[in-house]
């Protein structure tokens, strides 16, 4: 079957435009995940969404980042007045359920910001 | 501060020999262990993971030991293969909290035929 999906897979925008990123996850996955690697770290959580509600949004970085997710399905992260910090790869999981430890995850979109 | 270390940020080991991968953890809260493997341009994929009610957890070529005294996990590849050559990450999770999984930085193996 189908893995999860991001898109775009690569993103370069300028400092100070909004960006949107896209995780489809697999199907029948009720929790999704997003985090995100900057250069040389590991991943970090970012945001939880258990069906369309998002019990754990505590490591967005800031309030120019959210996300929803809509039918329980597809998920979008939108970052405001991107700034160069920003740069990194963003990861999307998802799982069966929530109690799952293992977490499935897309190829990742890679931000720029210029 | 960083929760989850792996202080080698790679590793170089011969085809058909031992890969040992080091993880070292300061909260000890955690309770679940996991380690993930990624290839350039993919995202991480589960390799195996570990419970912090056992010490050992096998399966194939790939055994996780757990010291929990230590705080030290690490991820025994046997024999190395080639195609084992990617970055592993070594995650963890806390008591209550199983869906927020903490990452190490990562260290990158290269297996040499």
């Known amino acids: 079957g189908a893995g999860v999906s991001q898109s775009p897979s690569n993103k370069v925008t300028e400092k100070g435009k909004d960006v949107e990123l896209r995780c489809d996850p697999i199907s029948g996955h009720t929790a999704l995940y997003w985090y995100r690697q900057s250069l040389g770290q590991g991943l970090e959580f970012l945001i939880y969404f258990q069906g369309n509600s998002a019990p754990d949004k505590s490591g967005l970085p800031s309030d120019r980042f959210s996300a929803e997710r809509t039918g329980g399905s597809v998920s979008t992260l939108t970052i405001q007045r991107t700034q160069q910090e920003d740069s990194a790869v963003y990861l999307c999981?998802?799982?069966?359920?929530?109690?799952?430890?293992?977490?499935?995850f897309g190829p990742g979109t890679r931000l720029t910001v210029l | 501060d960083q929760q989850v270390k792996q202080n080698s940020p790679s590793l170089s080991v011969q085809e058909g020999r031992i890969s040992i991968l080091n993880c070292d953890y300061t909260n000890s809260m955690f309770d679940y262990f996991l380690w993930y493997k990624k290839y350039p341009a993919e995202g991480p994929t589960f390799l195996i993971s570990?419970?912090?009610?056992?010490d050992k957890n096998e399966d194939g070529r790939f055994t996780v030991f757990l010291n929990k005294s230590a705080k030290h996990l690490s991820l025994h590849i046997v024999p190395s293969q080639p195609g084992d050559s990617a970055v592993y990450f070594c995650a963890a999770s806390l008591i209550g909290s199983n869906y927020k999984l903490t990452f190490g930085k990562g260290t990158l193996l290269t297996v040499n035929p």
């Open positions: 999981a998802s799982s069966l359920n929530r109690g799952d430890n293992e977490q499935f």
């Open positions: 570990i419970s912090s009610i056992k």
